[in-house]
């Protein structure tokens, strides 16, 4: 079993920055993808960024691509990711996933271990 609990959301204007964590217990995250998902209201939960297992690559969706970054401390066993330039459609509550696989996964319904989400709000 891995549990993640997500942290760091808040309440931003456009442009702000923020850096979300998402920290594992209960197993390493060496050899578990984890992705980034973002669900607004009245719409579908989204992937915004998966980082593979141990190999480091990452994948962003083409709307924060260039803006967000994810990483991942393996001796913190936390996964992170850093919103820069946030704009109010960014605004949404930030979900990170975990599934035991190698290399990088995009589907939300392929990921097994979910956290409690952070909610993101941008303000314009």
């Known amino acids: 079993q891995v549990q993640l609990v997500e942290s760091g959301g808040g309440l931003v204007q456009s442009g702000g920055s923020l850096r979300l964590s998402c920290a594992a217990s209960?197993?390493?995250?060496?050899?578990?993808?984890v992705g980034w998902f973002r669900q607004a209201p009245g719409k579908e939960r989204e992937v915004v960024s998966c980082?593979?297992?141990?190999?480091?690559?990452?994948y962003y969706a083409n709307s924060v691509k260039g803006r967000f970054t994810a990483s991942k401390d393996n001796a913190k066993n936390t996964v992170y990711l850093q919103m820069n330039a946030l704009k109010p459609e960014d605004t949404g509550v930030y979900y990170c996933?975990?599934?035991?696989?190698?290399?990088?996964?995009?589907?939300?319904?392929?990921?097994?271990?979910w956290g409690q989400g952070t909610q993101v709000t941008v303000s314009s």
């Open positions: 980082i593979s297992s141990s190999d480091g690559y990452t």
């Open positions: 209960g197993s390493s995250l060496d050899y578990f993808a």
């Open positions: 996933a975990a599934v035991l696989y190698y290399g990088l996964v995009l589907t939300r319904e392929r990921f097994k271990y």
